[in-house]
């Protein structure tokens, strides 16, 4: 098979890395990748806001299955467009990745099914706002509809602040673009957990739950960012919990999406909050999460490409997945700034040494290849990802391997896994 992967991040390395090692695999593709990708991979320039350019890659180079990254092209329908030519793809189309092109959407959905989420109001002006806020305790969360890079979600400690955030959301001040509605809502407490499944549009399949870590800095302290770092053990979910999210989350959302008329085939990530009362949905997303998808994909021991080829043929039901026992964890270096502004083109040094500690993968976020040197070219620049009997043994790893790599102002929090560390502490 002939595999294009749509994406440049650390993600789609992670992937690529995963379809290299499917006995199914004999050419990989990957449209833009990155300098690190460049080494298991022929990489291709594309838009990924271009999806007639998209479908005039897949043209040219026929791939017999593409695998999407971003939510990007999925929200702009490329899915819909590969199949209308014929074209296999795994991703959702344009009306299932509603799920998380529109917080509106989400949330009317996930109330339609009793899903579990926290109490909401979606409000289009000023004065519909003002209502709304009358039902809310401070702090409140006030949401951008659409796809925000995750800059759309604002925390806010008052009411009055919710009340300005909002208009700002709407007047283009906050995020550059107008927002025609918006989502208030209830402000939730709990350890986040992502819940990531396969979905042919029937059946529903978990991957191994995994923990990210959203702020730029230790102790979760400071902005929001793509996510820093992230671990996946064996233990992190009960057994029974995994069941309790898989009846009562995921497999009702597939249910709800076919109903509608809107088959959910691809990566369903269902952003949970552990609440006192129970998992609730703070998100959802409609593809492989980044950082997740690195320290999951190195746990999974069947082969994921013939998972990705069950889900376009409807049969997920027929095939089972294999996960290593133990612990994973990868950490993300990042560019001095980030997620502010940043440099790029800074040389990178030592990856050769780090790739060498055993049991890690250095996967390529934001890189770059300049006259055969790599050098940064994003904000996360690159994801270190072990694995280990323990969480502790896998961070040991990750951060050993991390040590070797230096580049101008590298940022990386010293921290992941820090919860489930002083959990086994105690
Ligand atoms: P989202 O893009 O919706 O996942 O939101 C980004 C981050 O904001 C989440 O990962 C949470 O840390 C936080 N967040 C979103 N919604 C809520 C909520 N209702 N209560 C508390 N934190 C939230
Ligand atoms: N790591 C969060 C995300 O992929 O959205």
Redesign the pocket.
Known sequence: MKVLILGSGGREHALAWAAKRSSLVTEIICAPGNGGIAHIARCVPVDLKDVDAMVRLAEAEQPSLTIVGPELPLSLGVVDAFRERGFRIFGPTRAAAQLESS?AFAKQFMKRYQIPT?HYAVCTNAKEVEEALKHFHA?V?V?ADGL?A?K??I?CPTLHFAHETAQGLFSGELLGSTERQIVI?????GE?LSFLCLSDGTHVTPLVPAQ?H?RIGEGDTGP?TGGMGVYSTSQMLEPTMTEWILHHIAEPTIRGMAEENAPFTGVLYC?L?MTARGP?V??Y?ARFGDPETQAILVRLESDLVYALEACVHGRLAETQLRWAPGASACVIASSAGYPGSYKTGLPISGLDAASRTPDVEVFHSGTALSNDQIVTSGGRVLGVTATGDTLEEALNRAYESMAQIHFDGIYFRRDIGHRALRKTQR
């Not at 809502?185 to 407490?189: P, R, Y």
Request: glycine content about 12%; aromatic content about 4%.
């Open positions: 917080k926290a702090p969360v949401k925000a995750g759309g979600v925390i809502e209830e402000f939730l407490e986040e990210d959203k929001n952003g909050m609730q703070l998100e997303n």
